[in-house]
T-cell receptor, first 114, second 108 residues
């Protein structure tokens, strides 16, 4: 697509429910990143993919968080048993090159856990 | 991991003023980018600048990689420049790390 697409744009869920966030990167971009941004804060790195593999999962906040990428394209970030502290905007970005490349962001998925 | 520090954390300007934002990083980098996050939350690329100087209209950026810092210059600021400016760096492992940002408010 023309840009990075994320869905849903807004998600309100109850504590304890599972949620799935989707990211569709720019066509041909091999690197894909997930970040989290709490209100008024900076960007917290969660995970990145090079192709379908995720060399570094150390940024995931807990084992309730998981992510996958299939076909070198779409990625899903899953949060199980959501907690109120998971409320944030989840941002996805992609870039073309493996070692260097401009990062392009989607508009984010705003998650609110009640 | 690499540390990224941005200064100042907050900046208030009168429309028409110039400003300089700074990004310091703790190790050599392959990639450095400046982003603007507008009041609606969208992150927009400003510069991809691992070294050297670039200009785009009223904005310019300089990265001195050997001294591990980058500067973003905004001239003749406008109210639409308001938002948060982030610096992000990457060491060659696709791990882009962001600074805490500089929150800019431009008053009319």
């Amino acid at each position: 697509g023309a840009g990075v697409s994320q869905s849903p744009s807004n998600k309100v869920t109850e504590k304890g429910k599972d949620v799935e966030l989707r990211c569709d990167p720019i066509s041909g971009h091999t690197a894909l990143y997930w970040y989290r941004q709490s209100l008024g804060q900076g960007l917290e790195f969660l995970i990145y993919f090079q192709g379908n593999s995720a060399p570094d999962k150390s940024g995931l906040p807990s084992d309730r968080f998981s992510a996958e990428r299939t076909g070198g394209s779409v990625s899903t970030l899953t949060i199980q048993r959501t907690q109120q502290e998971d409320s944030a905007v989840y941002l996805c970005a992609s870039s073309l090159a493996q070692w260097t490349g401009e990062l392009f962001f989607g508009e984010g998925s705003r998650l609110t856990v009640l | 991991g690499i540390q990224v520090e941005q200064s100042p954390p907050d900046l208030i300007l009168q429309e028409g003023a110039n400003s300089t934002l700074r990004c310091n990083f703790s190790d050599s980098v392959n990639n450095l980018q400046w982003f603007h996050q507008n009041p609606w939350g969208q992150l927009i690329n400003l510069f991809y600048i691992p070294s050297g100087t670039k200009q785009n209209g009223r904005l310019s950026a300089t990265t001195v990689a050997t001294e591990r810092y980058s500067l973003l210059y905004i001239s003749s600021s406008q109210t639409t420049d308001s938002g948060v400016y982030f610096c992000a760096v990457e060491r060659g492992n696709n791990d882009m790390r962001f600074g805490a940002g500089t929150r800019l408010t431009v008053k009319p």
